[in-house]
């Protein structure tokens, strides 16, 4: 495979982005890979490889980049008071989505100018606090993103401007929501009512709540790590993607 760190150029500013996508037999359809909390890491990169030997154009950019160039952090950063869990939080506690759609867009332009991305329909999953924002990026781009999914998303019913939530009908394209059985961040009331909301939507899609897991099973590196629920989510994404992108 090919890949590569490259600097979007986004309203904001430089949004550094490793992007990866197979050698042979392209071009190939684009998906965005969107990180959980602790950010840019190679547990992260190692994911977006294996997304992209299957014959997907990945790019997993740092939506932390406003906040600079050292905002990539060790893994300390899951560790309950440790300095560089103050300094992650610091940064995440300022991203909202509507700044994170600019980005999306951004990504879609680039996207546009590239001769290995096969013109068309885009992609889009996020772990953790980007949930919501691939959700919601369906739904502020129905026509581009025709698939979207989210793992173990946070507080997908909020109060948050473009809460995920609130614009379940917007998405034209097909939605998946994986839930964790044991979620602080995404408790099983509040994805009762998602899941109320989600089927009044109309969406073809699927929320399914994975059983006996807790938030971050995807991770291999994690505490919390579940082989066959992480297998799952594989099979899921993977298949999601080969209905509505091909590849």
Partial sequence: MLESTQDIITRDGAMETFIVRPERHG???AVLMLMDAP???????????????????????NLYYRAGRDS??????????DPERDRMRAIRTRMTIPPVMQDVADMLSFLDTQPEVKPGPVGTHGYCMSGPYSLAAAARFPRRIAAAASFYGTWLVSDAVESPHLNLAKAKGELYISCAEHDELAPLPMVAELKALFDASGNRGELEISPHVHHGFAFPQRWCYDQPAAERHWERLIALYRRNLGG
């Fill in 39 to 61: 950010g840019i890491r190679e547990e992260l990169r190692d994911m977006a490889r294996r997304l992209a030997s299957v014959g997907y154009y990945v790019m997993l950019p």
């Fill in 27 to 29: 071009p190939h359809p």
């Fill in 72 to 81: 990539m952090f060790g893994p300390g950063a899951l560790v309950k008071d």
